[in-house]
T-cell receptor, first 117, second 117 residues
Framework: DAGVIQSPRHEVTEMGQEVTLRCKPISGHDYLFWYRQTMMRGLELLIYFNNNVPIDDSGMPEDRFSAKMPNASFSTLKIQPSEPRDSAVYFC???????????????FGAGTRLSVL | GENVEQHPSTLSVQEGDSAVIKCTYSDSASNYFPWYKQELGKRPQLIID?????GEKKDQRIAVTLNKTAKHFSLHITETQPEDSAVYFC????????????????FGKGTLLTVNP
């Protein structure tokens, strides 16, 4: 398996523009997580899905952020409108669930580095 | 919810010395404790994990210890090498209780380890 695949790897945009980050989880994984990483706040969980259903979105900073998972192999994180303080590295991760204890390691994608000017 | 504290935030050692990173957690129901290593510009990757039915686990130069009574766990790296330089994250999760509804890792803020040649 190619692992968790994120695109784009880098995104530079201007304040006010819409940004869409994409993630393809590892095939067969039923959990998908979106994280944001900054120097100041570390690794923050934004939202996670189980079987394509959002379970906990308490980490989503505000209404400008939204995430979807239309099927088991694709998820998006959208920021609209973007602001300079959204600049960060956004990671997607996936794992198996409780049905596979000892195999439910959380694997991270390579991340998307977002710069909002 | 779970809260994970990690210390120190930075650690500098000489090559060949040992390094110890410590974490405490707040939720006594947590029973899975992974450690992730993140090299500069890369994704976090699992290096070792431990479940609460064991007190210690080793993998070559890396070991993790767990004290459930005190609610703390530690990462030990022996004979450090320059390639061990990275940010290390601890995390905690409760894998038993609630199926999908609370299946998230809570991460510490990270420790920047620098191994000087």
């Amino acid at each position: 398996d190619a692992g968790v695949i994120q695109s784009p790897r880098h995104e530079v945009t201007e304040m006010g523009q819409e940004v869409t980050l994409r993630c393809k989880p590892i095939s067969g994984h039923d959990y998908l997580f979106w994280y944001r990483q900054t120097m100041m706040r570390g690794l923050e969980l934004l939202i996670y899905f189980n079987n394509n259903v959002p379970i906990d979105d308490s980490g989503m900073p505000e209404d400008r952020f939204s995430a979807k998972m239309p099927n088991a192999s694709f998820s998006t994180l959208k920021i609209q409108p973007s602001e300079p303080r959204d600049s960060a590295v956004y990671f997607c991760a996936s794992s198996l669930g409780l049905k596979a204890l000892a195999k439910n390691i959380q694997y991270f994608g390579a991340g998307t580095r977002l710069s909002v000017l | 919810g779970e809260n994970v504290e990690q210390h120190p935030s930075t650690l500098s050692v000489q090559e060949g010395d040992s390094a110890v990173i410590k974490c405490t957690y707040s939720d006594s129901a947590s029973n899975y404790f992974p450690w992730y290593k993140q090299e500069l510009g890369k994704r976090p990757q699992l290096i070792i994990d431990i479940r609460s039915n064991v007190g210690e686990k080793k993998d070559q130069r890396i070991a993790v210890t767990l004290n459930k009574t005190a609610k703390h766990f530690s990462l030990h790296i022996t004979e450090t090498q320059p390639e061990d330089s990275a940010v290390y994250f601890c995390a905690a999760r409760n894998e038993v209780a609630s199926g999908g509804s609370n299946y998230k890792l809570t991460f510490g803020k990270g420790t920047l380890l620098t191994v000087n040649p």
